[in-house]
T-cell receptor, first 113, second 115 residues
């Protein structure tokens, strides 16, 4: 069985602060994929990134960066110099055997001006 | 703008009504999904269609009836719903179901309220 844990339910920061969202996963499969999605108040889940289990390279995309560490089963997400538009719920998700997407509980990020 | 379009955006219905939710994608994806999301919870998978055939039904009550008329369209027919069925209903698509690394692309959802 797969499991994704996002221990932080809500994070509040002031604009321009950095914020790191934690994601810890469990799976017995050696081949799996990890995803991050953003859900703004409008409701749509926006795909942000995909990482496969064989690629431990960290990735940076603009103000977003991701740190994948297989040794600790973690796939953390950092927003640098946060902006009000970053306010949303962020979900980490895992896809392994069975092909179903297993979501974490989500972390609500509130960026105050 | 999302590439998965869902209509209507909001729906209020009584417990005896029959209504349908619609989802459309034009990305050539062959897998389509329905999820239910309650407030402050992650999405929960309801149904998966792969190449227009129902491949997964997560033990969803029969008052929810999915339909995939063609590779671009996905419907969810609703009948005799209960107040606890009030939620955000999300549609998603991916290239196909088997490819684990393929991301699912989501629509804006339909906010459903049952009176």
């Amino acid at each position: 069985a797969q499991k994704v844990t996002q221990a932080q339910t809500e994070i509040s920061v002031v604009e321009k602060e950095d914020v790191t969202l934690d994601c810890v996963y469990e799976t017995r499969d050696t081949t799996y994929y990890l995803f991050w999605y953003k859900q703004p108040p409008s409701g749509e889940l926006v795909f942000l990134i995909r990482r496969n289990s064989f690629d431990e390279q960290n990735e940076i995309s603009g103000r977003y960066s991701w740190n994948f560490q297989k040794s600790t089963s973690s796939f953390n997400f950092t927003i640098t110099a946060s902006q009000v538009v970053d306010s949303a719920v962020y979900f980490c998700a895992l896809k392994a055997a069975g092909n179903k997407l297993t979501f974490g509980g989500g972390t609500r990020v509130l960026v105050k001006p | 703008d999302t590439e998965v379009t869902q209509t209507p955006k909001h729906l209020v219905m009584g417990m005896t009504n029959k209504k349908s939710l619609k989802c459309e994608q034009h990305m050539g994806h062959r897998a389509m999904y329905w999820y239910k999301q309650k407030a402050k919870k992650p999405p929960e998978l309801m149904f998966v269609y792969s190449y227009e055939k129902l491949s997964i039904n997560e033990s969803v009550p029969s008052r929810f009836s999915p339909e995939c008329p063609n590779s671009s369209l996905l419907n969810l027919h609703l009948h005799a719903l209960q107040p606890e069925d009030s939620a955000l209903y999300l549609c998603a698509s991916s290239q196909d179901q088997k490819g684990r690394g393929q991301p699912q692309h989501f629509g804006d959802g339909t906010r459903l309220s049952i009176l």
